[in-house]
């Protein structure tokens, strides 16, 4: 796996990640994101109604948590869960985490971290999760961490235990690593933690690029953990300590105007879990990513008018983002418009607003299917756009499009 960056742009990384999977024929487009799943399947999508999507990530995720309950089903199986869930050709990185997902916290202690399976609490060792990495059979893996110090106020020295655990981890994993044959072809990616205390993300960075590790997950970043500010400080200067010909991961973001904020601060990729979170809300992603105006918001422009950023419609749905459209709301219910002007999937060249609105408020599970559909047509759309605003040395057109939303639709 290498990194070939072709433009580094006021921060942003612009590149392709070669070389993955384990015939090494894969490569990603940075920045990107990941293809999130559940238990390997996008939520609601079954795989050939995924792939009548374009430009789909060539990595998908896995998660630990999804797949340690079944660890020994996939022993007896085997052959992975690439083949296990049926994917179609495929790169896989699994993480510990679901980022979708909301896990108790205050179950990590010096030898064991803990995830949340669908029978409960499953606490793990190194060597468990080795096995389970073994089962998996991944093309590359975050090593285990203690990830548990992005919560507010956070003491000094709970951050620093987390730093020296998830240091001890990847040195157990890393010598595990080794001597399993099923991960003989895999890249493992160090964690660097810290919360956020300066001092200790930089001990993390500096002490992780010291191992012999595939790339970078930089974790404790969660949307709603810190102000984007301080979280853009410390992206920058942890990205600083890191070698360059190397990837960085985020987890926890997922949300566009953060996106582009983190890739200022050097980050290379991303989750998807935000189209899923969107879908589950009954909601449909309406921004505006690309870089050349329509002939009204230029004209506003030109008069030095800047458009109004989109109040949500939220229904009381305090996650609801300035980026979506709360399809349930009444007011759909005689739109017949397609989901977005212009967008070319499935879902808006078939359907309309109204029809979607039905489905939801009648619990349909058709709702959820085109709903997925059109998200993540929508958020890969405004990945391909983010790397052409870079390409062109147009990031601040593109940013200023993503974050000014027109009020209404």
Known sequence: MKLELSRVVQGCRLGVLTGLGKSGQHSLEVPGCLLYTRCATVPHLTQDTLHTLRDLPSVTQVSVDSFAEHQEVLEEFKE??????????????????DSANTSPTGHVT???VSVWGS????????????????AVQPDCYQSMADGETWQANTSRKRVRKAVDRTLAHLDECLVLHQQTQELKQAEIFGVVEGGDIMEERLRSARETAKRPVGGFVLDGFHSAAMDQDVRAQLIKATSAELPQEKPRLVLGIGRPDEVISCVEAGVDLFESFFPFQVTERGC???????????????????NGEVPAVKKPNSNGDENMTPFEMNLKDKRYQDDFRPLVEGCDCYCCKKHMRAYVHHLLVTNELLGGVLLMLHNMAHYLGFF?????????DRLLDFKNRVLHCREGD
């Open 80 to 97: 992975g869960v690439r083949k296990f869930a049926g994917l179609h050709d495929t790169v896989l990185f699994c993480s510990l985490h």
């Open 110 to 112: 010096n030898k064991t």
């Open 119 to 134: 029978g409960g609490r499953i606490e793990l060792t190194v060597a468990r999760f080795m096995a389970v990495q073994a």
């Open 284 to 302: 449909a992603l309406s921004f505006n990513y690309s870089i050349d105006p329509d002939p009204e918001t230029a004209v506003l422009e030109q």
């Open 384 to 392: 391909k756009a983010l790397r052409e605003a870079i390409a062109g």
